[in-house]
T-cell receptor, first 113, second 116 residues
Framework: DQQVKQNSPSLSVQEGRISILNCDYT??????FLWYKKYPAEGPTFLIS?????DKNEDGRFTVFLNKSAKHLSLHIVPSQPGDSAVYFC????????????FGTGTRLKVLA | GAVVSQHPSRVICKSGTSVKIECRSL??????MFWYRQFPKQSLMLMAT?????????EQGVEKDKFLINHASLTLSTLTVTSAHPEDSSFYIC????????????FGPGTRLTVL
């Protein structure tokens, strides 16, 4: 049973436009959410995170929105750049103190020049 | 800061042999490290949680006798794939959770294991 889902396996966006990546989860006990960026044959790189007590967190071109009632979070990248092309994973932390992450299946973003 | 290294980056071995993968936190201490594996075009699947000075906690379905984990210091965890078989071929990634100051895991670059 996939507790964290990214329903769009891929997304293409024109350079300069907004990229919106979505993530849904089922476990209401998750207390912390993160977005990671990953290139092929490399480990994930942390991008941005949000606590379950907040609904928005912004860091430069990256903004994460959390809708707890809908169990949905999204990552907005504005403006999108070709260097943003990668696979993006959302992850949720189980709030039991284990610090275990559950990862989504990833969305491949392609930013077209 | 918060750099994690893995060694080797790529390894090819014969079926039946054992392979050791090292995960090091270079500029911070990590009481807890995690081991993941990723199959092509799939998500990262947590295999086990490695705690310094204690036994690792394995996820359901992961054989602890096949995937031996040792976390002997606050900067080093090792994963040994014992009696490797072709189905163990995968991309193995470790992460480290800093002992203080961070809520995020920092990931190593991964190890590509190919078992012939």
């Amino acid at each position: 049973d996939q507790q964290v889902k990214q329903n769009s396996p891929s997304l293409s966006v024109q350079e300069g436009r907004i990229s919106i990546l979505n993530c849904d989860y089922t476990n209401s006990m998750f207390d912390y959410f993160l977005w990671y960026k990953k290139y092929p044959a490399e480990g994930p790189t942390f991008l941005i995170s949000i606590s379950s007590i907040k609904d928005k967190n912004e860091d430069g071109r990256f903004t994460v929105f959390l809708n707890k009632s809908a169990k949905h979070l999204s990552l907005h990248i504005v403006p999108s750049q070709p260097g943003d092309s990668a696979v993006y994973f959302c992850a949720a932390r189980e709030g039991s103190g284990t610090y275990k992450y559950i990862f989504g299946t990833g969305t491949r973003l392609k930013v077209l020049a | 800061g918060a750099v994690v290294s893995q060694h080797p980056s790529r390894v090819i071995c014969k079926s039946g042999t054992s392979v050791k993968i090292e995960c090091r936190s270079l500029d911070f201490q990590a009481t807890t490290m995690f081991w993941y594996r990723q199959f092509p075009k799939q998500s990262l699947m947590l295999m086990a949680t490695s705690n310094e000075g204690s036994k690792a906690t394995y996820e359901q379905g992961v054989e602890k006798d096949k995937f031996l984990i040792n976390h002997a210091s606050l900067t080093l965890s090792t994963l040994t794939v014992t009696s490797a078989h072709p189905e163990d071929s995968s991309f193995y990634i470790c992460s480290a959770l800093p002992t203080s100051g961070y809520n995020e895991q920092f990931f190593g670059p991964g190890t590509r294991l190919t078992v012939l």
